[in-house]
């Protein structure tokens, strides 16, 4: 008997030592920053996530790869250095900021690749665990903000200080890029009879598929128009009120657990609910979407419509009350359309460029196209590009002033507490 014990002794060693060394192979550490480590996982996080949101093909470029993941790996032992002296000094991440950031990111990437499993693969992942480091990620950044803030809030920079920063970087500092004062209208495309039609005759097809006895989560997979999760069955997750499109939280927190909705219409399309779980305030919802499309005789009606006021405003008619009027922007009733001073450059819609391009100061564009709908865009004035005024541009050049001077005591902070701290490398970026 004795004999067998040992020999089961000796299988379950065998075993363990098996899965430890498994372990380690998967979770490969990169460095140990005193008592915490940085894992190879964490660093390949980091740079795919970097890599999706700039739109990066590492895979073909092995010396930027290399480049990416040395300056990551950097940049997470800094990280450990500060979450140390961050929970020295009791600092915590708000949850629900956490869970909102982190919903808000995962659809981001998810439609930046196109589908979860694409996902999976880029990150070379499960979803489970990309999500589950993107809230430690996360929840980590905003601690160290804090702490950054709360250490160097205080940091004052005097007149001489810019006059000095200014003499010392004048050639080297960014010129003032050309900016633009612009006002717009849009209409969105609003779907007509014959689109409302088909999407009300697809929720009900799915409706009695439902009462059938059909699984939500396989018909989300099949037929929901919401790219970020139709392929999770429609899962949202859970979220808080607040969170949702006013009609589909209303909606959503009526439902009790298990039970699924009637059609519910919001700006997005149609959606079928089901509520999943509650944990009070916070609910996680699946849904089907299905999108109401507009037919082509929507697209020309709103074309014509711009036509006509842009004429109305060509022939002396008041923008902003037109815009009051007709405009679409949730934003309306507080800027009658007015979107402010943009640099041209960092001007997220190529629709927008492309027509700034066109206009002199005063005229309207003819109607064009966005993601959102449908615009006629005014261009109010224009500024050219130049380099950076200390008699008119004082502001700017505090503020670039002030952030080198909180950069270079950063540094010195940092490069203090790196001498107090062991740093061991594992893995070699070259």
């Not at 659809?107 to 196109?114: A, D, I, N, P």
Request: proline share 2%; aromatic share 6%.
């Amino acid at each position: 008997m004795k004999l067998v014990k040992i020999k089961i002794l000796i299988i379950m060693l065998f075993i363990s030592i098996q899965s430890c060394l498994a372990q380690q192979v998967v979770e490969a550490i990169a460095a140990i920053v005193g008592q915490e480590i940085v894992l190879k996982s964490e660093v390949d996080q980091f740079v795919n996530n970097y890599a999706i949101q700039n739109k990066l093909d590492i895979r073909a470029d092995s010396e930027l790869l290399k480049k990416l993941q040395k300056q990551v790996l950097d940049r997470l032992i800094e990280q450990k250095i500060l979450l140390t002296k961050a929970e020295e000094d009791t600092i915590v991440a708000d949850e629900q900021e956490v869970d909102r950031y982190v919903e808000e990111h995962m659809r981001y990437l998810v439609e930046q690749v196109g589908s979860e499993d694409k996902l999976e693969e880029v990150f070379q992942s499960p979803i489970k665990k990309i999500r589950r480091d993107l809230r430690k990620e996360t929840a980590d950044r905003i601690k160290i903000e804090k702490l950054r803030r709360n250490k160097f809030q205080d940091i004052k920079i005097s007149r001489r200080e810019v006059e000095l920063f200014y003499r010392s970087y004048k050639d080297s500092m960014p010129s003032l890029s050309e900016t633009v004062d612009i006002s717009h209208i849009l209409m969105q495309i609003k779907v007509g009879e014959e689109g409302m039609q088909n999407a009300y005759q697809t929720t009900a097809e799915i409706k009695t598929q439902l009462a059938q006895g059909a699984d939500f989560s396989e018909l989300a997979k099949n037929y929901s128009q919401d790219p970020g999760t139709a392929q999770r069955g429609g899962d949202l997750g859970f979220q808080m009120r607040g969170d949702f499109l006013q009609e589909y939280e209303e909606a959503a927190f009526a439902l009790k657990e298990g039970e699924i909705s009637d059609v519910v219409q919001t700006q997005v399309g149609l959606h079928i609910i089901q509520l999943v779980e509650r944990r009070g305030e916070k609910i996680r919802t699946r849904h089907i979407l299905i999108r109401l499309q507009p037919t082509v005789d929507d697209e020309k009606r709103i074309i014509n419509q711009l036509q006509s006021i842009r004429e109305e405003i060509i022939n002396g008619a008041n923008f902003d009350s037109l815009a009051l009027l007709y405009s679409d922007d949730e934003n309306v009733d507080n800027d009658k359309g007015h979107l402010g001073v943009w640099e041209v450059e960092k001007l997220a819609i190529p629709a927008f460029k492309e027509e700034i391009k066109k206009l002199k100061e005063g005229e309207i564009s003819a109607p064009f196209k966005t993601e959102f709908g449908y615009h006629i865009l005014r261009l109010n004035s224009r500024q050219e590009a130049r380099p950076l005024s200390i008699e008119d541009d004082w502001e700017q050049i505090q503020q670039l002033a002030l952030n080198y001077k909180m950069e270079k005591e950063y540094v010195k902070w940092i490069e203090l507490m790196k001498k107090e701290v062991p740093i061991e490398y594992r893995v070699a970026f070259d």
